[in-house]
């Protein structure tokens, strides 16, 4: 496997997505984790505030899992699942703010949850290749060059 690059936008193609949301999946063991894509962060800009939903609790696909707030966006992170929320990254993003700015694939995940019903969902999820085609046309149309933040 191998992550796919384009003008600084990186997909990884070992990861399930939803482009339309702009979230991306990782699943294993039964849990879905959860974060927003390479794409969606430069396009939000560098993060200042994140504001969890609460775990314990059950959220349909499309529903909001944490409210984002950048230096110019303020928006929901979309749950690309029905599921109940296990966990948040609240811990990291308390630490670093910027983390899914830095690290969106790997330390900069937003969610776990366990889908409800991944057979009937998985529909709405596309391999990386899949991904990458749809992000390059997204990038190529509106001029979007990806950055991670620096210190």
Known sequence: M???H????VVPDDLLYDVGL????????????LGMTDVAQ????????VSWKRTGRSY?????????????????????L???LLEVNEAA???????????????????RLRPADLAGEQHHLVDGQTAFAAYRELIDERGIRCFRCAD
């Open 2 to 4: 191998a992550d796919l």
């Open 6 to 9: 384009w003008y600084g936008c």
């Open 22 to 33: 702009n979230v991306w999946v990782r699943l294993a063991g039964g849990v879905a984790e």
């Open 42 to 49: 430069t396009m939000g800009g560098r993060m200042v505030q």
């Open 60 to 80: 349909v696909r499309g529903k909001s899992l944490a409210v984002i707030e950048s230096a110019k966006w303020v928006g929901p992170f979309p749950s690309p």
């Open 82 to 84: 029905t599921g109940e």
């Open 93 to 111: 993003f308390a630490a670093d703010i910027a983390v899914a700015n830095r690290d969106p694939y790997g330390a900069g995940w937003l969610a």
